[in-house]
């Protein structure tokens, strides 16, 4: 008996399988009443209240990577006043991200149980704490420890900012929502510059002084995220719970790991070839510049900036054509025209490289900036701030040696140096090429065999209610672009 049934439910995945690769370019097909919406009319659908909830989980992820990327910004600084090597000092950006995924399990499993905001709170003020912190270390250990302790607090943000901002967005205005929210992350960075620019390298205590500032703000994130109420989406989860004699929640995470297990280990796999896509082409780029180029510190700095508007724009272009053209395409499309760009990126010497660089990161962060979405869309509502988060920072820590990766490989082709020069010079450019081709199009398939699910109600109850394998939608009938679905 238990044989029999065995085999029925491996010829069940089996059907499936064929099922779901048999339907990978059909489901592609837009639909054929898909019109690009003038996306100032599609944020004009938002009411206050979820303008409120964007807002905060904005400025809660821009400031989250503010304060990851001052480290990065002053580690030779940091390094001189330690008494320790840069290489040293990049330790403590090694040790945030191998820790980002206990973040994400501790504070995502929060925020699913207990609610998005308390969990938020709670990750603004670590931050606070630990940006001061940071500011005051006096020794090396006392360096490593703080920012372990900030890499935990980094990775409960994202899962609980994206929930926040997206769980009671329109239906229409999802996609344009999603890319504004994930160039939170890039807007972040730009500030990060800026005020290091400020304050480093004018002010008595150098680079404390960043650090210090950095602290000031998660206090008014605090205050804003205080003054709202729980998002509708979980208000209706506690209904749920009140309503179940025995505990809704539970019985949901478990019914949503039995059933939506396959796809959490893809979105693990998808998320790893992101964060390689979006490290792999950032990380090295201001060595690159600097060593390899010879830029000096403002042109360098310029570039960078550069490189970050273009990440903004395309993030938020193309997380609203999504809506039209379906995640997957939109994704795709990114990285075909991302892999045309590399040449460019990678080898122009003149001042065509500001345009490089703004395209590619343009159609990086143009595939990012559907990710907030595409990750909602696919977890299971009991337990979406967790599913998020974790893919995220699991990818995350998957990537986390794409500048080892580059920079080892980097130096098997040296450059001619000059005589008086004590700095060795490597042809970065090639490697990096090679690297981000190789991902563009690990990016490419991974995405086309994957699911969609996008317009999905993402609502507590309706993952249970569904088979989605059976919402497959007739496209001649103007319907969604793809087979919804949870399960293979």
């Not at 003020?125 to 630990?130: D, T």
């Not at 995405?447 to 109600?457: A, H, I, K, W, Y």
Request: aromatic share 12%; proline share 3%; glycine share 8%.
């Amino acid at each position: 008996m238990a044989s029999a049934i065995a085999q029925q439910t491996t010829q069940s995945w089996h059907v499936r399988l064929r099922r779901h690769l048999a339907t990978r370019v059909s489901s592609l097909k837009p639909p054929s009443n898909a019109v690009f919406e003038n996306p100032f009319r599609t944020l004009a659908l938002l009411n206050r209240s979820q303008w409120l909830f964007f807002s905060v989980a904005f400025a809660g992820w821009t400031w989250d990577a503010f304060d990851f990327f001052t480290v990065s910004l002053t580690a030779s600084e940091i390094a001189a006043d330690l008494n320790r090597t840069v290489a040293d000092i990049t330790w403590g950006i090694t040790l945030v991200l191998m820790l980002r995924s206990v973040g994400a399990i501790a504070f995502g499993l929060l925020a699913d149980k207990y609610g998005r905001k308390w969990p938020f709170i709670a990750n603004c003020v670590l931050f606070l704490v630990l940006e001061l912190g940071t500011g005051f270390v006096q020794t090396y250990a006392q360096f490593l420890g703080v920012r372990a302790l900030f890499g935990i607090a980094m990775g409960g943000i994202y899962g609980n900012c994206a929930a926040t901002a997206l769980e009671d967005c329109p239906l229409k205005a999802r996609g344009i929502i999603s890319g504004l929210l994930q160039q939170g992350y890039a807007f972040g960075y730009l500030l990060a510059v800026v005020f290091n620019r400020a304050l480093t390298s004018t002010t008595a205590h150098g680079w404390r002084s960043l650090f210090w500032f950095g602290a000031g703000p998660p206090v008014l994130i605090i205050i804003f995220r205080m003054c709202l109420p729980e998002t509708d989406a979980y208000k209706a989860q506690k209904q749920l719970e009140r309503e179940s004699r025995t505990g809704a929640f539970m019985q949901m995470a478990k019914a949503s790991f039995k059933e939506y297990w396959h796809i959490m280990i893809y979105l693990v796999i998808i998320m790893a070839g992101f964060n390689f896509m979006s490290h792999g082409s950032q990380d090295l780029y201001p060595t690159m510049l600097s060593v390899q180029l010879e830029f000096r510190a403002d042109r360098s700095t310029v570039t960078m900036c550069v490189a970050n508007l273009g990440a903004i724009t395309g993030g938020i272009l193309f997380g609203h054509m999504s809506d039209f053209i379906g995640r997957r395409l939109s994704i795709m499309i990114a990285c075909v025209l991302g892999g045309a760009l590399i040449y460019p990126w990678a080898f122009v010497r003149n001042d065509g490289i500001m345009a490089a660089v703004f395209f590619l990161q343009f159609m990086v962060q143009g595939a990012w900036g559907v990710i907030p979405i595409f990750l909602s869309e696919l977890s299971p509502p009991a337990l979406r701030a967790f599913v998020v988060g974790l893919a995220y920072q699991l990818g995350n820590l998957a990537s986390s040696a794409s500048s080892t990766i580059e920079a080892t490989i980097g130096a098997r082709f040296p450059l001619d140096s000059q005589a008086s020069s004590t700095v060795k010079r490597y042809d970065y450019a090639k490697v990096m090429a090679i690297f981000m081709g190789c991902v563009f199009g690990y990016v490419l398939v991974v995405t086309f065999l994957g699911p969609e699910n996008r317009s999905v109600d993402m609502s507590v109850g309706s993952a249970f209610e569904k088979d989605v394998d059976e919402k497959d939608v007739d496209l001649e009938k103007g319907g969604d672009v793809q087979h919804q679905e949870n399960r293979m």
